[in-house]
């Protein structure tokens, strides 16, 4: 049959990135146990086009990823089907953003429970030919800030919130770092973590440390930067903070991003 996406187009315009957006599907995501861990997965997956041709074929990008979606997948896995896109559609540069909810044993304080707590995770990866995989870890964190002024300003108690901490950090060549690790890092810069599964005694012990570890917005924000900064193999990050504060009706917000020079 006719292959009307193949005609030329006369306009002249290069597209740097068409494909499918919003497709839902199953994947494999490595753990650091060596295991994997099943996760639903909203995935945008683009090629770029030369400006002679009218449109690219959809449906390779469905078929690929449904070549891959029952693959434990991380940085290799990924270059991997980006490869295998760029091939399969001659195209020269490839990306992909894979979203998806990823879970995490926590241990409760005190009581020692066990619950599963959920982050935001994004995979993104672009491979341009004959290149490596430029690739970026997305990660959402929550925490428990408390604030100093509050604290030293109030005869008892202390106002305190949830808060996110988004990261995205490139690595260099050959370097990478396991998901359960950066969460550790990351939540370790709050006042006090987020559990979801807490016994009276442990309330008591979170509301504790908290309460002994008062910060900012920005001392949260600056902790995160040299954590950053001393993690091996970083290249590149982008950080932000934000506090959904519980005594006004807006958010607390900081952010900043850097290159790292070794």
């Not at 901490?165 to 990478?176: E, H, I, L, N, T």
Request: hydrophobic share 40%; charged share 25%; proline share 3%.
């Amino acid at each position: 049959m006719k292959d009307v996406q193949s005609l030329a187009d006369e306009r002249g315009i290069a597209i740097q990135k068409v494909g499918v957006s919003e497709v839902h599907l199953p994947f494999l995501i490595k753990r650091k146990s060596g295991s994997f861990q099943s996760v639903l997965a909203n995935i945008k997956l683009t090629v770029d086009l030369p400006k002679e041709y009218k449109g690219t074929h959809m449906s390779r990008f469905i078929e690929v990823l449904s070549d891959w979606s029952q693959k434990p997948v991380s940085y290799r896995e990924m270059e991997a089907i980006l490869a295998d896109l760029s091939g399969r559609l001659d195209a020269r540069r490839a990306h992909i953003d894979i979203a998806f909810k990823y879970f995490i044993e926590k241990t409760a304080p005190a009581s020692g429970l066990k619950s599963l707590l959920d982050y935001d995770c994004v995979f993104a990866g672009g491979l341009q030919q004959g290149s490596h995989l430029d690739f970026v870890l997305g990660l959402t964190v929550p925490f428990t800030s408390l604030c100093p002024c509050s604290k030293e300003i109030s005869s008892y108690g202390a106002h305190n919130q949830r808060g996110l901490m988004r990261a995205k950090v490139r690595f260099q060549p050959g370097r990478f770092i396991w998901i359960e690790d950066l969460a550790a890092i990351m939540e370790a810069q709050g006042s006090a973590p987020v559990f979801s599964l807490l016994k009276r005694e442990d309330e008591k012990y979170v509301t504790e440390l908290a309460y002994e570890n008062p910060k900012f917005v920005e001392d949260v924000l600056r902790d995160l930067v040299l954590a950053f900064r001393a993690l091996d193999g970083v290249a590149w990050f982008e950080v932000e903070c934000e506090n959904y504060e519980s005594i006004h009706n807006h958010s607390a917000y900081a952010s900043h991003v850097e290159t790292v020079d070794r």
